[in-house]
């Protein structure tokens, strides 16, 4: 069981890290709105309230036309000297609007970009559709699979605590006679193993997490400081408080509930 | 039918009812046993070896489910009991049978106290009684020694006084004087008749006619598996014997 909670802690450990690294790349995601050359300060200002206000909205920066021709020489390095020539104010102003985490969704962005499109004020509005289209699906493939897994796993322990703890009760069979030969409630005769159980699936647990954190020592101490996409190891994370929780708690319960199972059978099956 | 056997059953403490016992593939164990035992009655149930005494025993307990007929304690339907009506049931009786059935890791005393922590008695109040019953079956220094070292004799006494800790409804003893000299036959006995005076019912099963002619209670024999005799005249006679 150990074993079995080591991977599910692994793809926990793994899933979490993976969707740090998609909110860093969610956080880059913006939608660029051009403003109209014609508006003045206060209109700029007005507009940039209005959008402020939108429920999608985490915050919204002004690009002015002197700062996106700087921002565009800054771009552009030892090549800018192909501007020169060309008026300060050849770019247009823009606002550069950040996505809240949770409508950082293609479908939902592309809906507000639409909306953005039907404001007074704004010349072009884009923002890098396939880019949220492909982060979107990255996302949800990350949590169909950690569900798949997730249930194959849990079947998986459920089955191995089962038989043990079958193992378990034809060693004590003798044990569990002699009790029911005195009137002991089910309960009573149960209880020993239930809490044996429980006991083995938080020590697997346990034992589990212990092995994810040496691995993840090992993993960090072995491999080179970076790895392209993913940048430098240091940065994984082990998993928090709240999963290392989880895993105890799943451990436990999968230990209880797989001997619970096993003795109504056996129980059933017995006479005497 | 079945309320009015229930009815009836309920003025007698043990009822059987043409109780038949096959072991596969067609060994009759019992056939068509009837018969009724009041409260408080104490009953020998004799025969040779194989006749079906423990078999009707075990029925009586649960162990076994009979193939035919109809069982009623207290007025309680035996067929079909589940597991929790077993233990209720057990609760009640005092077993005594030839395989003892002990923890073996744990010491006479815990042995005997354990059957009535299991009903919820008292932690103290258990340990005094078990303490004071293999006191009187002379057990007082092999308190803490564990079954396994015990003698058979010594072994018998921890169960005698297992059976007995709770004051049963029903005590049923298989051969409870088999392993024991006539000094501790007696004593037993003497213990299991005390216990009938606050109403227990007790069923001994024995192969020794003269040691159940000796206390004058009511004689069950039985022969291959059917009852051939009842020093009870009230009581009908099954079977074909």
């Known amino acids: 069981m150990a074993i079995v909670l080591f991977v599910f802690g692994a793809f926990l450990l793994a899933q979490e890290n993976l969707q740090n690294l998609l909110k860093k790349w969610g956080d880059q995601i913006q ?198 996409l993913f940048g430098s190891l240091d940065r994984l994370q082990f998993i928090d408080w709240g999963s290392i929780a989880l895993i105890l708690a799943i451990g436990s319960l999968l230990g209880a509930s797989g001997s619970v199972f096993s003795l109504r059978r056996f129980m059933r099956t017995w006479r005497g | 039918m079945e309320g009015v056997l229930a009815a009836l059953a309920a003025a007698f403490m043990i009822e059987l009812s043409n109780v038949s016992k096959i072991y596969p593939p067609n060994a009759a164990a019992l056939k068509g046993i009837s018969l009724q035992i009041e409260r408080g009655e104490c009953v020998f149930v004799t025969g040779a070896s194989g006749a079906g005494k ?10 076994e489910e009979p193939s035919e007929g109809q069982i009623f304690i207290n007025g309680k339907d035996l067929i079909g009991l589940n597991n929790r009506g077993v233990a209720r049931l057990r609760q009640q009786m005092g077993l005594l049978f030839q395989e003892f059935k002990f923890l073996p890791h744990m010491t006479a005393l815990d042995n005997v106290a354990l059957a009535g922590l299991v009903i919820g008695a008292p932690r103290r109040e258990s340990y005094n009684k078990a303490y004071r019953l293999l ?94 005799d009842d020093s009870n005249p009230a009581t009908k006679k099954g079977g074909t014997g």
């Open chain 2, 135 to 228: 006191r009187e079956l002379g057990l007082q220094k092999k308190c803490n020694a564990k079954p396994p070292a015990l003698s058979g004799g010594e072994q018998q006494r921890i169960a005698i006084a297992r059976a007995l800790i709770n004051d049963p409804m029903v005590v049923l003893a298989d051969e409870p004087t088999e392993n024991l000299d006539a000094e501790l036959a007696e004593e037993t006995m003497r213990l299991f008749l005390k216990s009938r005076e606050r109403g227990t019912t007790i069923m001994v099963a024995s192969h020794d006619l003269d040691f159940s002619q000796r206390y004058r209670a009511r004689v069950i024999s039985l022969h291959q598996g059917c009852l051939v």
């Open chain 1, 31 to 228: 939608i660029n709105a051009y403003l109209d050359k014609d508006l003045g300060a206060a209109e700029v200002s007005l507009l940039r309230d209005k959008i402020q206000n939108f429920s999608e909205v985490e915050h919204v920066r002004h690009i002015s036309r002197q700062q996106a021709w700087k921002d565009f020489q800054a771009v552009l390095g030892a090549q800018s000297n192909v501007l020169e020539g060309l008026p300060e104010d050849v770019l247009p102003a823009s606002f550069e609007i950040f996505i809240k985490p949770a409508y950082r969704d293609g479908p939902i962005v592309e809906a507000f970009a639409n909306r953005l499109r039907k404001e007074k004020g704004f010349t072009t509005v884009e923002y890098p559709q396939e880019w949220v289209d492909r982060l979107s699906l990255m996302v949800l493939a990350v949590r169909w699979l950690m569900w798949a897994l997730t249930a194959i796993l849990f079947v998986a322990v459920f089955f191995i605590v089962r038989s043990t703890v079958r193992l378990a009760i034809l060693a004590r069979k003798d044990e569990i006679k002699v009790m029911r030969w005195i009137g002991a409630p089910e309960q009573l005769i149960q209880a020993p193993f239930v809490v044996e159980g429980m006991l083995q699936g938080l020590i697997g647990a346990g034992l589990s997490v212990l092995g994810l954190w040496f691995s993840l020592r090992f993993l960090r101490d072995q491999t080179p400081a970076s790895i392209g």
């Open chain 2, 54 to 63: 423990t078999t009707l025993l075990k029925l009586l307990c649960c162990e």
